[in-house]
């Protein structure tokens, strides 16, 4: 498809079960953003590559997270030993390149519920 | 602290009426702002980037305004639709490392 794609839409797990999300992003985009937004809220950055090369993790609320993108296209976040409070929808941005007038086009996102 | 606010939280408009909607912002150094519009369980959709050097910019019925000294943005929207109802996300890129600080944004409802 020509959008950014992520999988899976929803994710129900339990309490303390590692989730693997993963978005595929527009093909050639440079930068890949991860997001994490609460419902009726705006998103809140998580980390972003360029290439493979993971520039600010800044975002991750905790070493349970953790984000790669290893050839530089596919990423994936991953959450250890999740627990309730990390329920949210995830979502996954990619744009052509990381300069000051680059449009992030967002991805539908995984819906993640922690039981 | 780097921040973005904006307002009014949520705001209820006729169809065919003109709203303004605000944002706030305390990022430095600045690099650039958008504004998004979300449908209610879709992505943000990117409406306009403005740099500091672009004071106005327009979308169709939507112009983005940025004023860099005060650092503040509005959207307005004119002549407004039903489909306009959407949440309104303000982003400033900036920060020491060129992060997107996200507001809360504003939930836009048009009534017919």
């Known amino acids: 498809g020509a959008g950014v794609s992520q999988s899976p839409r929803y994710k129900v797990t339990k309490r303390g079960q590692d989730v693997a999300l993963r978005c595929d992003p527009i093909?050639?985009?440079?930068?890949l953003y991860w997001y994490r937004q609460a419902l009726g809220q705006g998103p809140e950055f998580l980390t972003y590559f360029n290439y493979e090369a993971q520039q600010d993790k800044s975002g991750l609320p905790n070493d349970r997270f953790s984000a790669e993108r290893p050839e530089g296209s596919i990423s994936t976040l991953t959450i250890q030993r999740t627990e309730q409070r990390d329920s949210a929808m995830y979502r996954c941005?990619?744009?052509?390149?990381?300069?000051?007038?680059?449009?992030?086009?967002f991805g539908p996102g995984t819906r993640l519920t922690v039981l | 602290k780097n921040q973005v606010e904006q307002s009014p939280q949520s705001l209820i408009i006729l169809e065919g009426k003109n709203c303004t909607l605000q944002?706030?912002?305390?990022?430095?150094?600045?690099?650039?702002l958008r504004w998004y519009k979300q449908d209610t369980g879709r992505g943000p959709v990117s409406l306009t980037i403005m740099t500091f050097s672009e004071n106005t910019k327009s979308n169709g019925r939507y112009t983005a305004t940025l004023d860099a000294d005060t650092k503040q943005s509005s959207l307005h929207i004119t002549a407004s639709q039903l489909s306009d109802s959407a949440s309104y996300i303000c982003?400033?890129?900036?920060?020491?490392?060129?992060?997107?600080?996200f507001g809360k944004g504003t939930k836009l409802s048009v009534k017919p």
């Open positions: 944002c706030n912002y305390t990022v430095s150094p600045f690099s650039n």
């Open positions: 941005a990619s744009s052509l390149a990381s300069g000051r007038q680059d449009t992030q086009y």
């Open positions: 093909s050639g985009h440079v930068s």
């Open positions: 982003v400033v890129k900036g920060g020491s490392q060129g992060n997107l600080i």
